[in-house]
């Protein structure tokens, strides 16, 4: 069976500071593991995606997550956060042809 | 292009009413997917549609009655809604299931009011 589980409901940045949102999985299968992000009454937008390929994969808006099985983790980072940043952000994993199973997500705030 | 297209944005409906809400795709993608979810939660997954057959039921009340008239299209239709059926709802595609490491493409949604 697979499961998800995000270490933060609510994580607070400055603007301009790195941001990093933890993601702990467990998978029976080699795992896809994915992060979206939905902002405030919106739909889900694919941040980015691991599928057994590199281990530090790169995503859209300067997010990028590192795949290290040895701790079960998927966290994603980001060198600088931005206003923009600010929404609710899902960590998911599929394992074999089971449905998404979804993190219970962050909250990212940025202050300026 | 990634885009899955969901009408209507919002919808306010009664208790009596019959409503349906609309999700489309043209990315060539043969599985569908209704999910639910209620305000700060992740969402749920209702119905999974794998080549216009329903593949997975995630034991939803029969008031929720999902429809897939053609690879591009799936529709869930609505009749008697309760309150606590308020909630976002939200269509996804992907590939087709049974392909591994497959990635879902979420539509923006529709905002469902039950009076």
């Known amino acids: 069976a697979q499961s998800v589980t995000q270490l933060d409901s609510h994580v607070s940045v400055s603007e301009g500071t790195p941001v990093l949102l933890r993601c702990n999985y467990s998978?029976?299968?080699?795992?896809?593991l994915f992060w979206y992000v939905q902002h405030p009454n919106k739909g889900l937008q694919l941040l980015l995606k691991y599928t057994s390929a590199a281990t530090l994969v790169k995503g859209i808006n300067g997010f990028e997550a590192e795949f290290k099985k040895s701790e079960t983790s998927f966290h994603l980072t980001k060198p600088s956060a931005h206003m923009s940043d600010a929404a609710e952000y899902f960590c998911v994993v599929l394992g074999g042809n089971t449905p998404l199973v979804f993190g219970k997500g962050t909250r990212l705030s940025v202050i300026a | 292009d990634t885009e899955v297209t969901q009408t209507p944005k919002h919808l306010v409906m009664g208790m009596t009413n019959k409503k349906s809400l609309k999700c489309e795709q043209h990315m060539g993608h043969r599985a569908m997917y209704w999910y639910k979810q209620k305000a700060k939660k992740p969402p749920e997954l209702m119905f999974v549609y794998s080549y216009e057959k329903l593949s997975i039921n995630e034991s939803v009340p029969s008031r929720f009655s999902p429809e897939c008239p053609n690879s591009s299209l799936l529709n869930l239709h609505l009749h008697a809604l309760q309150p606590e059926d308020s909630a976002l709802y939200l269509c996804?595609?992907?590939?087709?299931?049974?392909?591994?490491?497959?990635?879902?493409?979420f539509g923006p949604g529709t905002r469902l009011l039950v009076l």
């Open positions: 996804a595609s992907s590939l087709g299931q049974g392909l591994p490491k497959e990635t879902q493409y």
């Open positions: 998978s029976s299968y080699s795992p896809s």
